[in-house]
């Protein structure tokens, strides 16, 4: 397995090593404001032996917002407390991107600004309940976006780009996975619409591709990378005709020459991570969520056979800060505390031991 643990050139940028701390959502950015906390930066600079650590999801306007005390990138205020941040992992040694994520109808109102409420593709209603700051509530009927409205969110994925360089981020990765917005533009049971924007496979995947065109425009390809999530259903999600969506959408965002692809592999997939790798020639990233089967060293396969150039890992980077130093000597692993996973203090946060 060395070769996950040799350096590797992520367009143009020297990692220490092919492992990466996936995003995870852990609520604890201060409030008012979504801002960056000394915490946040204890936290991530923890994890700073990764390759690359790509940081929770980060909204990119206020109506992005779809879970309390989470982070923001559209205000100078949360410019500047950024900073601590990145300063902390580069200071550690490390490598950190920005994830872009505007959580779409995944959200309520009372976690808006007053007049403000959750938006998407189309005015479709997800099943579930989500937190606030008044506790659980049901999902809300989402407002249809306009044209006009659909062209602000790309510019604002784009400013918020800008701004995470501005605060001393080395990249972004735009979130069109697990449900949010940019995935249900993509899926077809959230995107009813029939103009440009809906209606067709070259319809569905037009935001994505337009996001992606402005960020990497603004910022620069190599600094820029894409997450998706093919079938995953999670909050809502289906996606009929998976395999020409992707096949289309995997090619146009290759034709964009960004520095990753970062897939989601899971069971429902028939093979299409086989398929998108002769699709994307540059930097493939794969997550696996495979079942039952338990995370670890075994996942550096992946690396080690040339099905993916690097692997991320989520809760195992919760609980293993030092988790690249475990996967060479294949544990132990502490085990996360679920019970700590979103919103809190240091418990569960920055307190779990290294080896050494």
Do not use: C
């Not at 143009?12 to 604890?28: D, E, H, W, Y």
Request: glycine share 10%; charged share 20%; hydrophobic share 40%.
């Amino acid at each position: 397995m060395d070769k996950a643990f040799s350096p590797y050139d992520l367009a143009g940028k020297t990692l220490q090593n092919r492992i990466v701390m996936a995003p995870m959502t852990r609520s604890r950015a201060g409030n008012p404001g979504g801002v960056a906390t000394d915490l946040m930066a204890t936290y991530y600079a923890q994890r700073a032996t990764a390759g690359l650590i790509i940081s929770e999801g980060t909204q990119p306007s206020v109506v992005g917002q779809g879970y309390p005390s989470t982070p923001g990138l559209h205000s100078a205020e949360q410019v500047e407390s950024w900073k601590k941040v990145t300063s902390a992992v580069h200071a550690a040694g490390g490598v950190i991107f920005a994830q872009l994520m505007h959580t779409g109808r995944i959200g309520h109102k009372d976690l808006l600004p007053a007049g403000q409420v959750p938006v998407a593709p189309s005015a479709v209603i997800a099943e579930g309940q989500v937190y606030t700051p008044t506790g659980p509530q049901d999902f809300e009927t989402p407002q249809a976006m306009t044209e006009e409205e659909i062209l602000q969110t790309i510019e604002d994925f784009a400013s918020a780009a800008a701004h995470a360089i501005e605060a001393g981020f080395d990249g972004v990765e735009i979130h069109g996975a697990n449900g949010y917005l940019v995935h249900q533009f993509i899926s077809t049971n959230v995107n009813l619409r029939t103009d440009q924007w809906g209606g067709s496979v070259d319809g569905r995947i037009k935001f994505a591709v337009e996001v992606a065109k402005a960020v990497s425009a603004r910022i620069g390809a190599a600094k820029t990378g894409f997450r998706i999530s093919p079938t995953n259903p999670f909050n809502g999600i289906t996606e009929e005709g998976f395999e020409a969506t992707y096949e289309a959408l995997i090619k146009e965002l290759a034709a964009l020459d960004l520095a990753y692809l970062h897939f989601m592999e899971n069971q429902m997939q028939n093979g299409l991570l086989a398929r998108a790798r002769t699709w994307w020639k540059n930097t493939l990233m794969v997550n696996t969520i495979l079942g039952e089967k338990t995370k670890g060293k075994s996942d550096l396969e992946y690396i080690e056979s040339g099905i993916a150039d690097m692997v991320s890992f989520g809760q195992l980077f919760i609980a293993n800060p030092d988790l690249v130093a475990r996967l060479k000597s294949d544990g132990p692993f502490n085990t996360a505390d679920a019970s700590t996973f979103y919103g809190g203090d240091a418990k569960g946060y920055t307190d779990y031991p290294t080896l050494s």
